[in-house]
């Protein structure tokens, strides 16, 4: 089996059975703020792109590249479909002129001609990707590969039960906006980056360990930030609370907890698995440590590169013929009237303060929760409150974009304030503006809550619901108890074991008493 590295999630899996492409993603997503690095724009992408199967894991777009999967991937391939429960993936794929489609089950392996195997486990929570995200498992000739890239099952023991995997890709790094864009002092926003910063790397070796693989393949980040706004973003800084660092990074951190197995790919190195997948010999286009050593100047050249692709993206953002607060009325005023469980979860009121193109002038539109509609602000106090320009906005309505998270946010391209805990049912309404997402994810919440979980798990003396009320991770293998505090180190959630109040967000009680 060879494996191409081609950047960040993105790999070219070849076996005599058939290749896969997975995640090949390129041009800038989130408003032109994320790029892949190390830079994978110049590779033989008409070869690479020219392959049996194609898998695009979930629709955030350093996955889904439109562009670059309408010009470059053969459309010929037989697309890897996930169980999603809405059918986006696949009607955005189809638009893009893909045809032929084997939409997978969840958990179950397919086998394909020539003895190929491939079995993707899917994660449908209204909090993974864009209603979804999934991992590819790969046999082929008694070699095993997991693809998981940015996904985050609850536990890998599917993936054990097929036997041992030889290969494992995941992420490491940081995806999202936190800390960065909140407005708080530094010192504060360093010391809430360095906790998120370690917590990503302990929820790497966990899953590490669970598979324990032959070779560990760090990918899926991180992306760089060449816009001058956003150039601080990058790892190049010696900030203790980047939430980003990269592959190199990964080698110093892994080698402290005794990982001696790692495998980092640049775009172009070329990994051959061979003797049942227990050997590997990789090929570099150039030395990673040399590449790393310099990467500051990789950076910068890439910033000068990008400049035009950045600006050109910048002039489409303005639409001033838009009327923001009728067009937000008209758009997220019916999904309130819809909404239960997500409106009942965000509580009150959410702020967005849209400054002018000249930056001299604020107009604050409120989304209220509880009153069902969007209206002017009225110096009422908010749960959030989210600064952006108004142009970003406007392109937003323009496209008709469904998925904020999977934009505005994810740009970090704005700035946030809250009052009290963070509120996951926020961000979840804003990944759900259209009525189709919106009613999958009003099901799963009222599904979820009404769920009982009757397992129990051990802390010493205390006796606690095995399953996380967040998303259902096992406690057994993911919880940490420090005090009368347990920690959820898949995604960092924390709860008062006395009172079982959730104290990383509202709601999400958890069952747990001590043994007198």
Known sequence: MRITGTGHASMRIDTAAGSILCDPWVNPAYFASWFPFPDNSQLDWETLGDVDYLYVSHLHRDHFDAEHLKRFINKKATVLLPEYPTSQLEDELRALGF????????????????????MIQALISPTDGPIGDSSLWVEYDGIRVLNQNDARPSDLSRFNELGHVHAHMLQFSGAIWYPMVYELPENAKTAFGKQKRERQFDRTWRYIDDLKADFVFPIAGPPCFLDDELWQFNDIHGDEGNIFPDQ????????????????????????????GGTKQTTTHPMPVDEFFA????????????????????????????????GELKKRIEPLLEESIYLAKGVGGPVRFDLVSYDGDEIESIVVDFPGKQVRPYADEKVRYRFKTQRELIEHLIF?????????????????????????????????????????????????HEKAVDAEDTQFGDWTVQRRCPHLK??????????????????????????????????????RASKTS
């Open 248 to 275: 190199s990074v990964f080698l110093t951190e892994y080698a402290k907890v005794g990982g001696t197995n790692a495998v980092v790919q640049l775009p172009g190195s070329v990994t051959e698995l061979s003797e």
């Open 294 to 325: 310099n990467k500051t100047a990789h950076l910068e050249e890439m910033r000068e590169r990008k400049r035009p692709i950045i600006e050109a993206e910048k002039a489409s953002w303005r639409h001033p013929e838009i009327d923001v607060l």
């Open 473 to 510: 991770a096992d406690l057994s293998r993911f919880g940490v108890v420090e005090g009368n505090v347990l920690t959820c180190q898949l995604h960092g959630w924390k709860f008062d074991l006395p009172s079982g109040r959730c104290l990383t967000s509202v709601g999400h009680k958890i």
């Open 99 to 118: 045809s032929s489609f084997l939409r997978t089950k969840s958990d179950q392996v397919h086998e394909l001609d020539g003895g190929l195997k491939v």
């Open 399 to 447: 496209i008709d974009e469904g998925d904020w998270v999977n934009s505005l946010f994810l740009s970090c391209r704005f700035s946030a304030a809250r009052i009290g805990q963070y509120n996951e049912f926020v961000y979840a309404f804003f990944k759900c503006l259209s009525e189709e997402r919106l009613q999958y994810a009003e099901g799963w919440y009222d599904e």
